[in-house]
T-cell receptor
Framework: AQSVSQHNHHVILSEAASLELGCNYS??????LFWYVQYPGQHLQLLLK??????LVKGIKGFEAEFIKSKFSFNLRKPSVQWSDTAEYFC??????????FGAGTRLFVKA | DVKVTQSSRYLVKRTGEKVFLECVQD?????MFWYRQDPGLGLRLIYF???????EKGDIPEGYSVSREKKERFSLILESASTNQTSMYLC???????????????FGSGTQLSVL
């Protein structure tokens, strides 16, 4: 079965703390993975994506994610969060047939 | 920039009503999608379409139908609204007709539907 699991529903950090959000997937085909972000009151937008090649991908606003095939994981990281990173983060998997499956989301709150 | 426009930001309907949610994209995208977003459940795919007049069921199609008569417009229809369809509905589109590294979703701002 195809699925995406995000480990944390809520994360609260202070500014300058390091961030790691967990994402695991289950899928038997070619893996294409995404992190999307939804800032308060805004559209969902793409943060970064992995299709092939270097398993460490860099996205906007200093975020990066590492694809580890042996662990079926695609964790999102940022070395030092800012108050403006407060948002909901979704891990997603693109399957064959154009269908994207999303995880349940992680709400990040950064204290100023 | 790609624009995906959903006709209403907020809607309040009564149980049993027929509800239409409209979505229009302005970048000639082939693929269009309807998701619902519920707290703790993330985004769940209701229906998608990869071409005019083509539609495919997603993970939770029950109680919904869709229409795609023109490439730029994808409508979600709730045949007889129920309270468990109260949710945020998100429309999305994507460029690729085939699987390419350009694939990503562009989202509308969402319609918060309340069914009373």
């Amino acid at each position: 079965a195809q699925s995406v699991s995000q480990h944390n529903h809520h994360v609260i950090l202070s500014e300058a703390a390091s961030l790691e959000l967990g994402c695991n997937y289950s899928y038997g085909g070619t893996v294409n993975l995404f992190w999307y972000v939804q800032y308060p009151g805004q559209h969902l937008q793409l943060l970064l994506k992995y299709f092939s090649g270097d398993p460490l991908v860099k996205g906007i606003k200093g975020f990066e994610a590492e694809f580890i095939k042996s662990k079926f994981s695609f964790n999102l990281r940022k070395p030092s969060v800012q108050w403006s990173d407060t948002a909901e983060y979704f891990c997603a998997l693109l399957t064959g047939g154009f269908k994207t499956i999303f995880g349940a989301g992680t709400r990040l709150f950064v204290k100023a | 920039d790609v624009k995906v426009t959903q006709s209403s930001r907020y809607l309040v309907k009564r149980t049993g009503e027929k509800v239409f949610l409209e979505c229009v994209q302005d970048m000639d995208h082939e693929n269009m999608f309807w998701y619902r977003q519920d707290p703790g459940l993330g985004l769940r795919l209701i229906y998608f379409s990869y071409d005019v007049k083509m539609k495919e069921k997603g993970d939770i199609p029950e109680g919904y139908s869709v229409s795609r008569e023109k490439k730029e417009r994808f409508s979600l229809i709730l045949e007889s609204a129920s309270t468990n369809q109260t949710s945020m509905y998100l429309c999305a589109s994507s460029l690729a007709g085939e699987w390419t590294t350009n694939e990503k979703l562009f989202f509308g701002s969402g319609t918060q539907l309340s069914v009373l």
